[in-house]
């Protein structure tokens, strides 16, 4: 913790603010300069909100300098984290692909749609049961039902299965039928829903907020990691912003931002991240290119039709071309997909 | 729902749009301009989304003519709702004033806390009792036992409670020691508790999220409405923008946007709009004069050692002088406070 | 300047920084902690990039602690700064109001304009000779010929005048007609004409940028007063975020957070900060009641054929019931309007 | 021009909204719905604002249908614009490279700049002689003098010269030493500036502003265009966003939307996008990976030296580095770097 006083600060307003961080428990190392006196604090609360401090007389700002996540930064695990489920690993050099509907719609469209990402040289199907819709009056999922038939696609092509739950009552439901346990953007910072799932045991692909800072991705993993379960997949979906001509704009240098600050796994999703079909093909490859570990997209296998999340559904030989692009791409970063 | 053909789209595309909207059950009239081909659907879907036409060939764009609310909108009770609770009403000309700590602490804190509140002319006291933290290692609420202490407090010094709900779960314990369910800006898209809380027997306050726009905030507002609880309040608590010297960025335009828009009552909440203990006063002032018809403000009889939020927490003074601030202007603009 | 280095940096690392600060000319001042080294470094370069540090080896972070403007902060003239212009003062007890409309158009338009300024207790009249417009197809203004209208209109009817300079080459020709040189939003980082007005012998209406930062404002502020020129007015008039239901997001905090930054007068734009007529009453109460000395409104004889931000622009009437409640505000806060 | 008039507008209000239209000069084709009477109008101002008739009384929205720019879209020239400058073309299947310092500071550094680019095979050198700094008292560039070094220096190495022109009254002396003249972000919508190069002989490579939206990127180069002057070259450099953990957010998807939208060729500066060194490398992947004709990056010979943006400023290696990994994603893509 550093607190730098304002210019003019009286003696008596430094002792104060000396007085309570000692009171906090911290240890205070002294520093006066010409123009700022500045005060350093080592203490036990890493969580500690600097704006608490900023509010006393003669405090011109403070600065938390020890990172507020802990075992999702890099230092915790130099050499990164390989998740392993079955014969597919993410987060080393091969750039896994999870693709299906945005919607399970029936036995029928799932399992043509596990095919399709299977004949493309995918890993991963998803598709979802729960949906979170913003309208009330939009159709909200199949629920168990779609989840059953998923599975039975997934074996039958030879697939892993991601899902999204939307609350800690579906963990136990997602965990029998899925794979990998999708935590949608809506719900980054549902600290209920990331509490149980530290419990889990099955991994987590954790996608980024519209508005949460790389800050709050990390810490929102870290509740998930600090409950025990450290099978945390990040995952780059695009943020809001004021230009409108995609659906969200796709922050990319979240993927080398990532990598840096954490040992897990970094994937992005050009669909949400565009919102437009004719978008995911080019932004997949940036993915790709800036270092994702993996991509998660939405086929269908008539996109037009799909109950869902259509505008930003690739079709069969859509997804057929991403495939190939993208290994093209990652072979010329060194990796293979 | 319109559709805008590009310009030098064939009669072959053209009659494929057709096609499309009168499969999906819209009635459609066409017509043909010098550049430009313009499509006009009636249809029974309101929440259709206008993406997935715009991938179309031929399309250049679609707009919605219909707001994807009902119930939330203006149209539906032109003369505005006023919710009343006990002898206190929200949404007439009276701006009612709910204030407290950020959490629960102690049965001294809350009780003093009410005493501070019910001193100041404030009608509702606030405190948290199940704590949406960013950090998994922060204070996560007393729980059902705070609540106890707040009920006590707020029946001592006539008041009432309005408390934040995180989970669907809690739904039972909140309706029965608070007036008012807050859902926070965390969960205003958390459409399994909005569903729920459609259910409860108690008015429920909807807090803003940080990236959510007002039509998103409405259509929250619907999904509670739609399952029956009328009695919805809304709160603009301040939006993520690029600047940093307050927390949030207060939209105060929100409030007569709002008041436009729906018949609902509309408060602010100028602690977390501002992130700073003294910028609480001067955006109270402001968000009465634009039109707010109520506040939701942090007080604690110590802010500087409360256990959370402390740096945009009034003391009991900043609190008393806020309330006859707030009631000067409440008068300016034809109000009481 | 404090450089913060990381958990577990090695003695070269933090040598080599420091010799890289000294070379700089910083006298540092090291603090070794548990976890991390700290310098503090106290030097002549005020300007200086944080980022430039945060790229060396062995370095986590790196933050300024000295303000990067100096003339403008309020430590400068902690009694504020009062702008006399003929009979009008710009920065005490008394809101003053500059409205007009958006552009210039005739001779019977401008002094119409005039007089329901006038009629309506307002201070200055605005006016746009020279306009900035995104596209290169719309009317840019009628240049020297309409100042000369607008200055017989405002002579005429006791008022002063403000206009904006897009070039540092109009500089006279506004200094021969206007009494207050505005900077329009986009030009507000123009820095060879802020360079330039700070040579001016007239006070400045610097309006902030959609995306600036109230920082950058500052900064932009302390270039005119660097050059000499003290007399500067800021202005908010939105700033742009994802938000569509006004034009911009008006940060109604600006001014109390500018208020306590600097010295300078601080005023507020509610028609470009909402673009939508209705909501500009309502933010012309917020904008007083946050404590703004002044309000610049658009207000034309007949707004829905006024040649440009017709939208945002008030009709005599809605003008007049503006001032009347301003007024009322005014008052509430303990000025005059 | 689409007009949605509200759910129970009147037929007098209709009638009034139609008459303003034709008023106008638009021909207006009605057709009356179930709820929503819709006016569809074809006119002669392309760059009508629809905010101007939304205020009119039972108006809903209004949506303008046809782009407000004509030379720059698409449309304009379906096969795309190729900038031929002495031997090297922009636009074509080649990945163009532009670096060099940030500024220009002495006679030894740029010609050793110069060195570095060529030897890395890039085509063009960038330096600035004219700085916009948001500081009044930091290093505002070596002008006329350091063009001279940057030509000569060009010259020795078989380099075209890019260069920022901050004033129209600065053309001349660029055209005189810049092959390609810049236009900074924060110049965007200099119109004044943008109309004078209309006129100029040279190539124009025009930043998009840091939040402005693509439609008033492409409204810039409109500007320029309608001039005369077709050889504009678009830079997508980084928006401002709530994320801090990079100077600016890259939003590389406006690579492929404005392939869509326009003719003309799109290039990518990955150092003032990420505003760090670290992450320029794999953004200049991404970059071309995503479609871009070309990239603009900082490099230097002593980059921890420099000036000015050393921060995010590469080293001689560093950037020998990205040339071959660039040029391998460009190949994945089938082009060549």
Known sequence: MLVVMQEGASEVQTEAVIKRLVDMGFTVHRSTGVRHTVLGGVGPLDDFDPATLEVL????????????????SRHFRPGGTIIQIGRVTIGDSHVVSMAGP??????EQIDRSAEIVAQGGGQVIRGGAFKPRSSPYSFQGLGEEGLRMMRKAADRHGLLVVSEVMDHLQIPVLEEYADILQVGARNMQNFNLL??????RKPVLLKRGIAATIEELLLSAEYIM???NYEVILCERGIRTFETSTRNTMDIAA???????THLPVVADPSHGTGKRDYVL?????????GADGLLVEVHPDPDRAWSDGAQTLTPQQFCDLMGQVRAVAGAVGRTA
Chains 1, 2, 3, 4 share one sequence.
Do not use: D, T
């Open 195 to 200: 509490r149980e799932l530290g419990k889990a």
């Open 255 to 261: 993927v080398p931002v990532l990598k840096r600050l």
């Open 102 to 107: 945005c919607s399970i719609e029936n036995e």
């Open 57 to 72: 007389e003669g405090v011109k700002e403070c600065h938390r300098i020890v990172s507020p996540y802990k075992l999702a």
């Open 226 to 228: 600090s409950g025990g």
């Open 282 to 290: 080019p932004m997949a490859r940036a993915a790709v290119a800036a």
